[in-house]
């Protein structure tokens, strides 16, 4: 059974289908038809995730399915026995669950809870959570507690091995999402560079013609002279021409685009 379940849980897509292949397995090695995985909540340990369902809970668990689905999802509080087999890290079988000092009387309609054996999942010293069976007629024994036992490291050493290839790939993503960004860097540096070059030549020779048709300097009134010209004649065209307008307008525009580059 366990190595049935390794080679199936290695086409799992999902972290939650490999609980869910736990499942068609396992009752194969322990009867009883209703079962759960879950996982103690990384928000809080007083919570757990529900990862997976058995398809018997899933049909007939309709308070379950209020709030997830085979494929688990939800969060609910730890108490009772689960809490038993949690916090105490250790298995439990109860075959009148009922009687035990820990039990919760379950809500209406819920599935039925004649026998009950729980196993916890850890890596190593670290709690991961519970895997949960109900349903055996005749209530379970030894031997389904030895089985539980040696699935549960095997699930977990499953659900270890997907969490880290899912790490594994988000990581190449993250590496291939910023290496396209230093790309793209790069390319926008180079970019910003040949507009600069041709922009700042545009903005040097506009400031010069402007200051070469407008400011009395003494080489412009020198050549205005020698060309027979009146200096205050070519300024008054200019700005009857609106020509200086212009060249306001070319500094500004160059300016800004200079300032998004």
């Known amino acids: 059974a366990v190595n049935c379940f390794f080679q199936q849980s290695m086409l799992a897509e999902s972290y939650q289908g490999i ?4 499942f068609s397995i396992a009752f194969e090695v322990i009867p009883g038809g209703y079962g759960f995985i879950g996982e103690v909540a990384c928000e ?16 007939e ?8 689905d085979k494929a688990g999802g ?45 196993g916890p999942i850890k890596l190593g010293s670290e709690m991961k959570g519970i895997i949960a069976f109900s349903g055996k007629n005749g209530g379970y024994d030894p031997e389904d507690l030895k089985a539980c036992e040696t699935l549960a490291l095997a699930l977990v050493e499953a659900l270890s091995l997907k969490r880290r290839e899912d790490e594994k790939a988000k990581l190449e993503e993250m590496m291939v999402h910023s290496e396209k ?7 926008a540096a180079g970019m910003a560079h040949e507009i600069n070059n041709p922009l700042a030549g545009i903005l040097q020779n506009a400031q010069v ?4 048709l407008r400011e009395k300097l003494p080489a412009n009134l020198a050549a205005a002279e020698e ?26 525009a160059g300016k800004r685009a200079a300032a998004i580059v």
Do not use: W
């Not at 668990?61 to 997830?68: F, S």
């Not at 013609?209 to 070469?212: F, L, Q, T, V, Y």
């Not at 027979?228 to 200086?244: L, N, Q, S, T, W």
């Open 19 to 22: 609980a869910r292949i736990f």
């Open 44 to 59: 809080s340990e007083d919570h757990m995730d529900i990862l997976a369902v058995s398809d018997q809970v899933a049909e």
């Open 61 to 68: 668990c309709r308070i379950m399915l209020a709030d997830t």
């Open 74 to 118: 939800s969060t609910h509080a730890l108490g009772g026995i689960i809490s038993e087999v949690v916090f105490g890290q250790k298995s439990v079988i109860l075959n009148e669950p009922e009687l035990s000092p820990g039990s919760v009387c379950p809500p209406e309609q819920h599935v039925p809870v004649e026998s009950f054996m729980g």
């Open 181 to 187: 960004m230093v790309s793209l860097g790069g390319l």
């Open 209 to 212: 013609i402007r200051n070469r």
């Open 227 to 252: 060309l027979g010209m009146e200096f205050d004649a070519v300024c008054a065209y200019m700005e009857k021409r609106k020509i200086y307008r212009m060249l306001d307008s070319v500094l500004e």
